[in-house]
């Protein structure tokens, strides 16, 4: 019997250690997850714009555009430079109300 109660008692504490990792990790994960939905909220709030995936899709690529404009023109391919900064321009356009 004391070799029964010995396993019956390892069995509980590896339990509750398993529970108490998952649990903390899941406390953990939720608040990286709010934190991260109220970001976007603001965000979208401020810009004017829809808090969805296309609209945050379409903000990165603006972005991305402007940043690929500004590199060009660093370069010294203002035509080039010109283009992207207006595309960038026109893409975040239909995001701001």
Not at 43 to 49: N, W
Not at 65 to 75: C, H, I
């Amino acid at each position: 019997m004391q070799a029964g109660n010995f396993f019956e008692w390892l069995g509980e504490a590896v339990g509750a250690a398993l529970r108490y990792l998952v649990e903390g990790l899941g406390g953990l994960f939720g608040s990286v997850a709010r934190a991260g939905a109220q970001f976007l909220d603001g965000l979208s709030r401020t810009l004017g714009m829809n808090p969805t995936l296309l609209g945050v899709l379409a903000l990165v690529l603006g972005l991305a555009l402007l940043v690929a404009g500004v590199r060009a023109l660093l370069r010294r391919s203002f035509v080039g430079g010109a283009i992207y900064l207006l595309l960038g321009l026109w893409v975040l356009s239909w995001l701001i109300r």
